[in-house]
């Protein structure tokens, strides 16, 4: 039953750690631990992804169908658990983020990330890979 164990009040967000700096808050919406090189995309039919890249969007619809395939990760700025990019991200498998406000711009291609789908941390690491 829903409601045991459920107080119906929202947590105090004072309780809970925010991200560190150089990391964002999202909604994780398929579990799993990624890092790689950041390929923000603003139009599928041009993404030029290679194998390893992490997708960032601002939003995803059916149209991305054909380059979610070849992503290691997905981060997009809009969404919840039911929407298309988390919806396609647990039918594939690739660990995802949703729910990122600014990530288009708090990223570039290029950038290195690690991306937790679990918790929705992503953190920013150096150009490197951070290795």
Not at 56 to 61: C, F, I, L, N, P
Request: charged share 20%; hydrophobic share 40%.
């Amino acid at each position: 039953m829903v409601h045991r164990g459920n107080r119906f009040q929202a947590d105090s967000r004072e309780e809970q750690p925010g991200p560190a700096a150089g990391s964002k808050q999202g909604l994780g919406c398929c579990p799993g631990v990624v890092r790689g090189r950041v390929r923000v995309v603003r139009d599928p039919l041009t993404a030029g992804l290679e194998p390893g890249d992490i997708v960032a969007a601002e939003h995803t619809d059916p149209g991305w169908i054909l380059i979610l395939p070849m992503a290691a990760g997905l981060l997009v700025e809009r969404g919840s658990l039911l929407s298309h990019a988390a919806i396609v991200a647990r039918e594939l498998g690739i660990p995802a983020v949703v729910g990122l406000r600014g990530l288009t711009a708090w990223l570039a291609d290029g950038d290195w990330v690690e991306l937790d789908g679990g918790t929705g941390v992503v953190r920013r690491l150096p150009r490197d890979g951070g290795q």
